[in-house]
């Protein structure tokens, strides 16, 4: 009897773990699907499930106010977990059976590299919401986060600054995959070109979902310690963040001390550490929830309302984040430029994205650049405060044009600036 | 808290600090602001501020925030500690033109400490970024030294021992000028030898780099090195008596940071060591005396840390007042959830698997596949939110530079406590006894009389007990989600194997020198390559010794 009921009790929750994915399949003919491809589980859904959460609410939102022409759109989610490989295979889904018109997904550069050839090879599309490292164009992306000219270069451009702490010596500290990698390629080429030399410059990289941060930490006290001002500069990614943090605070390494700017946490990575330690500690993005203007005020409310209806874990202290404002930026553009092709075709659409423009939730009306794929966006670094949130120390005037092809790469000045084939 | 100030009530009295002779700019226009703040301080009533002082606090320019601070903390110490306070504490703000202090409900002018009724709507909050936040915490520290109570004062100088700037100096010698007490002197001095290492007098130079060879402090190794920086083709200190100094104060000090640095090195592999042993103490027992392989013993990790979370969660709600000691509370619930699951697990599954290894290694990784479903269904895809209790964040100062987090401290103690109590079970208790009867020879314990399979789920369950108190110690340090498991199940097998099966010696022994092997490693060739040359080694190791560190001894009935 007892065994019985705990194999009932096991069925249902099999069952109840597949219903996402069943209910997804339905179909409806007179609505436009949507594919969200994020990460719900593995190390990387601390960042993506809320990328999830704010395209569903950006779909959302555009249905009650009418759909894309005419049409509903419909949102089909599944979870890559984490998993490279299974990025791949979610998005051939994607396409291939859910026939959606356009996908909204990716964190990490590792698993937009995998699902790469897949959207290629059936002429999808895919909007790429992540700050990434550049070295890429291409034809069926849209990237609507920052090139490393519009988040890494500002940010250590201001730690080298009088206000940002005169740096003199940089530990380049990431987790260990393309993104990172590259980006330090390229702020070590940047270095050198500014005259820091080889030995004053440390890079360090750990595994996806390392937890032990306590040689590293050690590491970077040692090298501060040998002279000159030192600034860390992290590229560490997913939920090993909390870790780094956490094992910073306990150290005692102050930000007075030793600066560490982070380009992939913001507030929701944030929420799960005690802020208190690591206030003044750095973050670049090309938005923070902390801004104030009446466009963000909207999204912020818009999104918490969501998280209320929906009841999200922690629904009363939800913070919107860069990549989120990135994903609701991308979603609006990809509407109007579907309402400008009057189509959902993806060459149509292709087309009809260069040159659109959206009042963002960053404060400034943004455009995506009529060739090269990427959004013109502001620059913003923050300081962490005790509460989480991050205060702007220094900001762009405007909106930057993105160089995916860093000039700091040798070769790169002969790359084209816009996508083969079109 | 009041902010209302009155000058009666303070110990403060107004600075005249000694002028330095000759320093840099900084100095300079410091010196030229107190100028300044005195003569503001003259034609001012009470504690109300100079207007033109508070005006600098908000303006966006970095020099001018830190020159309006430093006129500030010269012309009005006492107030100006108030403001200043909450300055770095991010609760003055600014509304209307007027600066206000707001602290919870309390609302107070800065300028005048007149209270408000609420805080007006356009209210925004002030900031400072790094640099004004150096200036400002050092000016702090400046003010705090005059302080009525010994134990502030102390803090302040050390404070300033280990982030001094030129522009404290004055507070400096002043408070040198008073103070008594050894310790406080002592700081003092380190204080005044860091603020002047820039000054243009040779002589006073070279005496602040012989007093900070006797520092221990890290940042000091900075400054001092810095002296022996070339700029170009001359070097940036251009005494050669002074570099003669520093290099010799830079081997003084470079031998105490081997010193801390081996110890900090000893200290992480101890603490990876004693969270490798509480992940694989409980797989020691089950996977020793059962000879089970259960694939399922990450995810009993994982119900331990759950337990932990929801342990918070009650006392969040229910007895806010000791949210600090849920952490306690949580540690017997997590050794009863767990050991429960796992005694589920044993009845329903492994019970009716014995002896045949490939399928309890399969069934058990399916158990594991649905308890991570489970949770996923419950509990949601993300990671969980624990927050460590106040008294297990920060850290205790062993040696300058040598920080020892109190959460690693505290793990280390309840791994050697489990350790114990788990050592006092097997040994003194009857249970202890029937278990290692049936871990060495099954067929003979039945035979006299030892209930065999009760024993086995009991045994189940302690390790699995066990393992909700890994869980437990886990939720302090890494992440708590549905996959945290995962992470650990490789790990604990192979304390397990390397230590030698059904020995809690040879577990022990075996996470602490993985642990340490791990992180010296880590030191020499990072995270990714240490990971890859411990398992090389592992199986360098079992191709030598298949039986483990240790390998039990007497008469064994195989299978």
């Known amino acids: 009897m007892k065994r019985r009921q705990f194999f009932s009790t096991l069925a249902i929750t099999a069952a109840m773990s597949a219903l996402p994915w069943a209910a997804s399949s339905g179909f409806a003919a007179d609505t436009i699907k949507v594919g969200v491809l994020h990460s719900l589980s593995g190390t990387m859904a601390i960042s993506e499930t809320a990328l999830k959460e704010t395209a569903l609410m950006a779909i959302d939102e555009i249905n009650a106010k009418g759909g894309v022409m005419g049409k509903k759109l419909e949102a089909v989610v599944v979870d890559p977990a984490s998993n490279w490989p299974l990025f791949a295979e979610k998005a051939r889904q994607l396409l291939t059976q859910d026939k959606v018109a356009v996908v909204f997904g990716c964190w990490t550069s590792v698993s937009r590299k995998s699902v790469l050839p897949v959207f290629k090879e059936l002429n999808g599309l895919l909007f790429y919401p992540v700050q990434y490292e550049g070295e890429e164009l291409e034809k069926n992306v849209f990237y609507t986060g920052a090139a490393p000219n519009q988040q890494a270069i500002p940010a250590v451009e201001y730690l080298m600054s009088k206000d940002g702490g005169s740096a003199k010596r940089f530990v380049l500290l990431g987790t260990d995959y393309v993104y990172p990698r590259t980006t330090n390629k390229i702020l070590r080429a940047f270095l050198k070109s500014k005259g820091v030399a080889d030995a004053d410059i440390m890079e360090d990289y750990t595994p996806f979902g390392h937890s032990d941060y306590q040689t590293i930490i050690a590491k970077i006290k040692k090298f501060a310690a040998e002279g000159k001002k030192t600034a860390v500069i992290s590229t560490i990614n997913g939920d090993s963040n909390v870790p780094f943090y956490k094992e910073l605070g306990n150290a005692g390494l102050k930000a007075t001390d030793v600066p560490v700017v982070a380009f992939s946490v913001g507030e929701e990575e944030l929420r799960g550490v005690d802020t208190k330690p690591l206030v003044g500690h750095l973050a670049a993005w090309n938005y923070f929830m902390s801004l104030k203007n009446a466009e963000n005020d909207k999204f912020i409310k818009m999104y918490r309302d969501w998280a209320k209806k929906k009841k999200l874990a922690n629904a009363d202290k939800v913070v919107t984040n860069d990549p989120m404002e990135a994903t609701y930026v991308g979603i609006h553009m990809w509407k109007q430029a579907v309402e400008k092709a009057k189509s959902t075709d993806v060459d149509k659409v292709i087309g009809a994205m260069a040159g659109q423009s959206f009042k963002a939730p960053s404060g400034f009306t943004i455009k995506m650049d009529e060739k090269n794929h990427h959004l013109h966006k502001p620059v913003f670094v923050g300081e962490v405060r005790a509460d989480g949130q991050f205060n702007v120390v220094w900001k762009t005037k405007g909106p930057v044009r993105a160089a995916p092809w860093s000039p700091y790469i040798p070769g790169n000045d002969k790359k084209k600036d816009g996508p083969d084939g079109q | 808290m009041s902010h209302v100030v009155d000058l009666a009530d303070t110990h403060l009295s107004p600075a005249v600090p000694p002028a330095g002779c000759g320093f840099r700019l900084v100095m300079k226009r410091t010196l030229r602001l107190l100028c300044c703040g005195l003569v503001i301080l003259v034609g001012s009533a009470r504690a109300a501020m100079p207007p033109a002082a508070l005006s600098g606090l908000v303006a966006d320019d970095s020099d001018e925030k830190i020159a309006a601070i430093q006129a500030l903390a010269s012309a009005e110490p006492e107030s100006a500690l108030i403001v200043l306070e909450a300055l770095a504490k991010n609760l003055l703000m600014l509304a209307g033109g007027q600066l206000l202090i707001v602290e919870g409900e309390s609302v107070t002018d800065a300028a005048t400490g007149v209270k408000l009724a609420h805080v007006p709507d356009d209210a925004e909050a002030v900031t400072v970024n790094n640099r004004v936040r150096r200036e400002l915490e050092s000016t702090l520290a400046g003010l705090r030294l005059f302080a009525p109570d010994a134990a502030v004062r102390l803090e302040a100088a050390k404070e300033l021992a280990s982030g001094a700037e030129p522009a404290s100096l004055p507070w400096i010698e002043r408070a040198l000028a008073q103070a008594k007490d050894p310790a406080e002197r002592a700081q003092l001095e380190l204080a005044r030898a860091r603020a002047s290492l820039g000054s243009e007098d040779a002589k006073v130079r070279l005496s602040a780099v012989k007093t900070l060879a006797g520092s221990a402090d890290p940042s000091v190794r900075a400054l001092v090195a810095g002296r022996l920086v070339m700029d170009g083709e001359r070097y940036v200190e251009a005494d050669a008596a002074v570099r003669a100094a520093a290099a010799d104060a830079l081997r003084q000090i470079d031998r105490r940071f081997m010193l801390g640095d081996s110890l900090a090195r000893v200290f992480s592999g101890v603490s990876l060591g004693s969270i490798l042993l509480l992940a694989a103490l409980g797989l020691a027992i089950t996977y020793g005396v059962m000879g089970v392989i259960n694939m399922a013993h990450g995810e009993l990790l994982m119900v331990g840390a759950y337990t932990t979370y929801l342990t918070q969660g009650w006392f969040r709600a229910h007895l806010p007042d000791y949210v600090d ?72 100062e062993l040696m300058p530079g040598l920080v020892l987090p109190w959460n690693r401290i505290v793990i280390v103690l309840f791994a050697l406590i489990v350790l114990a109590g788990i050592s006092a079970v097997m040994i003194r208790t009857r249970l202890g006894l029937y278990i290692r009867a049936v871990t060495q020879n099954r067929a003979m314990a039945g035979c006299v009389g030892v209930p065999t399979r009760r024993i086995d789920t009991l045994a189940f369950a302690i390790g699995a007990g066990i393992a909700g108190l890994g869980g437990v110690a886990l939720s302090q340090i890494g992440n708590v989600g549905p996959d945290m498991g995962q992470g650990y199940i490789v790990d604990s097998f192979l304390v397990v194997v390397v230590g030698g099966v059904g020995q809690l010696a040879g577990a022990v022994l075996a996470a602490l020198g993985l642990g340490i092997a791990t992180k010296f490693l880590e030191g020499v060739a990072g995270a990714v390559v240490a990971k890859i040359l411990v398992l090389i080694f592992i199986i360098l190791f079992i191709q030598k010794r298949p039986q483990g560190l240790f390998a039990l001894k007497g008469r064994f009935v195989e299978n």
Do not use: C, D, K
């Not at chain 2, 306690?328 to 767990?338: E, Q, T």
């Not at chain 2, 002896?355 to 069934?363: K, M, N, S, Y």
């Open chain 2, 325 to 396: 000691f849920y952490v306690l509370a949580a540690i017997p619930l997590a050794f009863l959830a767990a050991a429960l699951v796992g005694a589920i697990i044993e009845r329903l599954v492994i019970r009716h698997l014995y002896g045949r290894t490939l399928e309890t290694l399969l069934a058990s990784w399916g158990v594991s596949l649905i308890l991570i479903q489970a949770v996923r269904v419950v509990f949601g895809p993300q990671n969980m939110e624990l927050s460590n209790p106040a008294w297990m964040s920060g850290g205790v």
